[in-house]
């Protein structure tokens, strides 16, 4: 189905199953952008923080590394302001085995009804792709405060918890060059690989309207990054 390009601009009418055939319409829908950073200056620009990170930007790439006895993997984070609507673009490569995988977190550090405003993430290993809607699925408070204590999660809580969450085989090699791209419409997650589809999921808490963190995790070490870039879809939200 082809949606006439004055009405995807507006946002009033999309489905999300275009982006995958029609990708002129998908990078006008994502015109906006947010952010972009190829790393080659010596050091982080301003705008990046950080969490728990010994990350570096070096030879032109972010180097990810998670301190050693660190209790928290690796965070490098931009912040934006409030979206719905995203579209990520990272370069990545992974070593050596001590690359266990790496997340991509869109969060609202606004909300307060999960955990550290968490949202939806997507993992992604050497071999599978991993999508969650956090905000109504592990890091929802309830159950992460839960999972804490001594008699954990019940069998139907964790039940619950598997429709929050999609798992895509992949085969990744190691030293090469991977490109992802993530975009999310509403209340649903596209993931394409080297400009192929890997999948979709959808839950209700993706489609949280208010995203303002866009940050990368380093599980351990031996990740690189590059050509990172953040994008807003439809118009640009009224000002208050």
């Known amino acids: 189905m082809r949606f006439p390009l004055p009405l995807l601009l507006t946002g009033l009418c999309l489905a999300s199953a275009a982006f995958a055939r029609e990708p002129a319409e998908a990078a006008a829908y994502y015109g906006r952008t947010l952010f972009t950073d190829n790393f080659s200056g010596t050091a982080f620009g301003e705008r990046w923080g950080h969490y728990k990170s ?38 990545f490569r992974y070593l050596s085995d001590k690359a266990k995988s790496f997340n991509l977190w869109l969060d609202d550090k606004n909300y307060k009804g999960s955990h550290a405003g968490h949202i939806c993430s997507v993992t992604i290993s050497p071999a599978g792709v991993t999508v969650a809607d956090a905000k109504t699925g592990n890091f929802q408070n309830d159950i992460y405060e839960k999972k804490k204590t001594p008699e954990g999660l019940s069998a139907e809580q964790k039940a619950f918890l598997e429709t929050k969450t999609k798992r895509m085989p992949v085969t990744l ?8 791209l993530v975009r999310t419409w509403n209340d649903e997650v596209e993931v394409s690989l080297d400009g192929k589809a890997v999948g979709t999921f959808k839950s209700e808490g993706i489609g949280h309207d208010s995203k303002t963190l866009v940050s990368l995790t380093t599980n351990q070490l031996d990740v690189q990054y590059d050509d990172f870039s953040v994008k807003a879809g439809g118009p640009a939200p009224a000002k208050p």
């Open 173 to 180: 090699s190691q030293q090469d060059w991977h490109t992802m």
């Open 54 to 91: 010994a990350s570096i930007v070096k030879d032109g790439v972010l180097v990810g590394i998670t301190p050693e006895n660190s209790d928290h993997s690796a965070v490098d984070h931009i912040r934006i302001e409030p979206e719905r609507d995203l579209e990520v673009s990272v370069k």
